[in-house]
Nanobody
Framework: QVQLVESGGGLVQAGGSLRLSCVASESIFRIGAMGWYRQAPGKQRELVATITNVGITNYPDSVKGRFTISRDNAKNTVYLQMNSLKPEDTGVYYC?????WGQGTQVTVSS
């Protein structure tokens, strides 16, 4: 089955930016829609962005206007650009095909 590898997490101050990448082992064009989730300590995993095969995106209100999901089908890569980061954005961020999950990348936002 497809494997997903995330990267780009790290420690950033509030107001800063990070760009996460997710590289798939197979064609993401054939996979179709993909998404990013996050999980904060002690909380359930939540969806933060989705993108269809033709680039239609969707975000919850908590990140709308600050996060942008994009994809490069030629590189089998999905990105999550995160701007104006807040301490409550801290968590492990996972890339997903909604069937398969990556190992996650830690994002920590300091106040």
């Amino acid at each position: 089955q497809v494997q997903l590898v995330e990267s780009g997490g790290g420690l950033v101050q509030a107001g800063g930016s990070l760009r996460l990448s997710c590289v798939a082992s197979e064609s993401i064009f054939r996979i179709g829609a993909m998404g990013w989730y996050r999980q904060a300590p002690g909380k359930q995993r939540e969806l933060v962005a989705t993108i269809t095969n033709v680039g239609i995106t969707n975000y919850p209100d908590s990140v709308k206007g600050r996060f942008t999901i994009s994809r490069d089908n030629a590189k089998n890569t999905v990105y999550l650009q995160m701007n104006s980061l807040k301490p409550e954005d801290t968590g492990v961020y996972y890339c997903s095909t909604f069937v398969v999950w990556g190992q996650g990348t830690q994002v920590t936002v300091s106040s």
